[in-house]
């Protein structure tokens, strides 16, 4: 009997970044499998793998996106390294000391084709990050339109997600990374053009992750460094457990909302190109105890809200600078005297 030779993975374990923690896999499943729909109902990540979702992209190479995509303005990144940490231009106001570590710049396509295929080291690294919209070329909308829409649409209705807010056309340079934070919206993540490992955190390990105060530019964003990461400041890091996959081409991630997610386009594995499919969740009909992990989480950013609004002042929040007495004593009341809820939502994050 012939036995099925083992596929061959189109990438090498040496184009992974290495990180202390420890992963386990994300499922990967064909979309006929009925324990994929399990899984999404059940806001558990899944590779979905024949879905056709954005088959149609295939062909958007640099050369006939050149052509088709318009001769509009394009959202891109720049930034000095390979980190392309987001963050809220809306926040900057009342960070005015803030630099944040890349820039947004609004260029032509052909500019950024040719700046990416000019790149030398040293060079600002690119990432375009553009939402599709109506300014795309007919040709655009032509293959837009094919995506598998009754694919995906069966799973809004079945989950009871709100409307599709946004397709992000992102198109990243290899070894890019994005580094992990959290997102309010349910995202069906369409792997397009070459291969990007994907990171995943749970709802659950917040605690292991310190996201930066709702108030700060960083907002939603892990403080944890994943390359250099701070023990003496982010102690339980050490107990963070992630979920990985390599995403290639028509590979397609259910990424639930709340769940933290680091990304990054394989080195050495040249461009890569994704669309992501974001849904406003479902709207919280019964609330049972003990509260979910994601709905811990969106209590706490109304509580920061709150108080930084009725404090008028981010001053008054803002964490402690380096570490001094009281800060010790901060960590030390905080450990001492709150609960789990208090504690996750200060330390490490307002200490
Ligand atoms: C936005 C960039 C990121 C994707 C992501 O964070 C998301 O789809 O939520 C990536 O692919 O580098
Ligand atoms: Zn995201």
Redo the contacts with the bound molecule.
């Keep these: 009997m012939a036995t099925s030779e083992p596929k061959q993975q189109p990438w090498r374990e040496e184009q992974l970044r290495k990180y202390t923690f420890k992963t386990d896999q994300i499922p990967r499943l064909p979309c006929s499998d009925s324990k994929v729909d399990e899984l999404i109902s059940l806001g558990q990540p899944v590779v979905i793998t024949d879905t056709k979702l954005a088959t149609p992209a295939l062909k958007w190479t640099l050369d006939y996106l050149q052509e088709h995509l318009g001769d509009g303005d394009y959202s891109t990144y720049e930034s000095d390294s390979h980190i392309?940490r987001?963050f809220d231009e809306k926040k900057l106001q009342s960070h005015k000391g803030y630099s944040p570590p890349m820039k947004r710049i609004e260029v032509k396509f052909p500019e950024f084709v040719q700046r990416v295929r000019n790149y030398e080291p040293g060079d600002k690294k690119l990432?375009l990050?553009q939402q599709l919209n109506d300014t795309v070329g007919k040709q655009i909308v032509v293959d837009f339109l094919q995506f598998n829409w009754p694919w995906i649409s069966t799973y809004q209705r079945k989950n009871n997600w709100g409307q599709l807010t946004s397709n992000?056309l992102?198109i990243?340079m290899e070894g890019?990374?994005?580094p992990c934070?959290y997102?309010e919206q349910e995202?069906l993540?369409a792997q397009v053009g070459g291969y990007?490992r994907?990171i995943l955190f749970p709802p659950s390990q917040f605690s292991c992750l310190y996201p930066y105060p709702v108030h700060h530019p960083h907002d939603r964003q892990c403080q944890v460094d994943f390359e250099n990461p701070d023990y003496e400041r982010f102690p339980n890091f050490r107990n963070a457990h992630g979920y990985e996959a390599v995403l290639g081409p028509e590979d397609v991630l259910y990424?639930p909302m709340y769940w933290f997610?680091h990304?990054?386009?394989l080195l050495d594995g040249g461009l890569?190109t994704?669309i992501?499919f974001?849904y406003k969740s479902a709207p919280t009909t019964d609330i049972t105890y003990p509260l979910k992990p994601q709905q811990k989480m969106a209590m706490m950013r109304n509580i920061e809200k709150m108080i930084t609004e009725a404090l008028n002042d981010p001053e008054e929040v803002r964490s402690f600078g380096p570490k001094s007495d009281s800060d010790s004593w901060v960590r030390f009341l905080a450990v001492v005297l709150v609960g789990p809820f208090m504690k996750d939502m200060v330390l490490g994050r307002y200490t």
């Design positions: 392309f987001y990432y990050q992000l992102l990243g890019n990374v994005t934070h997102d995202n993540y990007k994907v990424l997610h990304f990054e386009s890569t994704s992501t974001w």
